[in-house]
């Protein structure tokens, strides 16, 4: 069966600039361990400060863009399965980008912009946590004509199957809406991450705006967390969770929505129909643990491997948990050439 450019997703493409730090310097910025930030005035010097004072990994990163890797790598297809869209600079980060991201197989398209920068994320290494901050540069930019051409287009309507990050809300969610409205149409497979607390906060309308169109919710225990208060539900039990969002207002009443929550070391709650499934998490030594930040992204680029083979729930968990427990076994959301596992 060919897999040629199944998914199609669109996000914002970002060049990570990775460094062991200090705890102060973290603190300094006001980021969190675990969790994505966006930049605001106080931590633009943050990218030139860590440049200059520490020794720094530059790499292809990006939420999706590391969904799409994984997802790819562990496809093993000698084509792209992935279409992946966003905006960049006209400068050598764009350039690298691009390169690294076909090197990793991915079918690129990105929208080059003139004026503004290729995004950067400042990648601060505390020991094995992780905290980041995000300037989107010309990733925030992403426009409605690059995604109207006729080649996006073409691309677009090939695929059946749709993901994105909630981090898109903040560029452009009539974009999402509109993807969501093609699936719900033509019942192809819309896919969603609610990605950090800061979205579902900040940006509710926009991220509800797409979720009649969800057939699959990502997100992990924190983020599940923080939903079920926006939505005034009176509980922090992940898969009640789970199991109430799944019952949420859904376009294509063709399937029913399937949410997926992470926790961690403990188990993977799904939840359906108003009902919820856990599948246990195998356990690592900490010895082993390099970087948990990719987890969420190595975990959803798993399933997602899963779904487009027409595999089953528990086949797409078993993948996803294989991926995200390889990731966290490296610095960054890099793994090794070729995948150790088999579909059944």
Partial sequence: MSYDRALFGICNPLLDISANVSLDLVTKYGAAFGSAIMADDKQQ??????????????????????????????MQTSTPAATFLGCVGNDEYGK??????????????????EKAPTGTCAVLVV????????????ANNYSKE????????????????????????????????EVGKHAAETNKIY?????????????????????????????NEDEAKVFAASNGWETSD???IAAKASLLEKANDKRKRTVVFTQGPHSVCVGYDGKVEQYPVQKID?????DTNGAGDSFCGGFLAGLVQGKDIKECVRAAIYTSSTVIQHSGCTFPEKPDFKFN
């Fill in 45 to 74: 010097p943050v990218y030139d400060e860590i440049v200059k004072n520490y020794d720094v990994e530059y790499t292809a990163g990006g939420a999706t863009q590391n969904v799409f890797r994984v997802y790819q790598w562990l």
């Fill in 96 to 113: 690298t980008l691009k390169k690294n991201a076909e090197k990793d197989g991915l079918h690129i398209e990105y929208q080059v912009d």
């Fill in 127 to 138: 020991g094995k946590e992780r905290s980041l901050i995000a300037n989107l540069g010309a």
């Fill in 146 to 177: 690059h995604f109207h051409s006729e080649k996006v287009q073409e691309l677009f309507k090939k695929a059946n199957f749709y993901y994105f990050s909630g981090f898109f809300v903040t560029v452009q969610p009539e974009v999402m809406v």
């Fill in 191 to 219: 896919s969603l991450n609610l990605s950090a607390p800061f979205v579902i906060q900040f940006f509710k309308d926009q991220l509800t705006a797409a979720l009649p169109y969800t057939d699959y919710l990502f997100g």
């Fill in 238 to 240: 992940v898969a009640e």
């Fill in 286 to 290: 900490s010895d082993l643990i390099v």
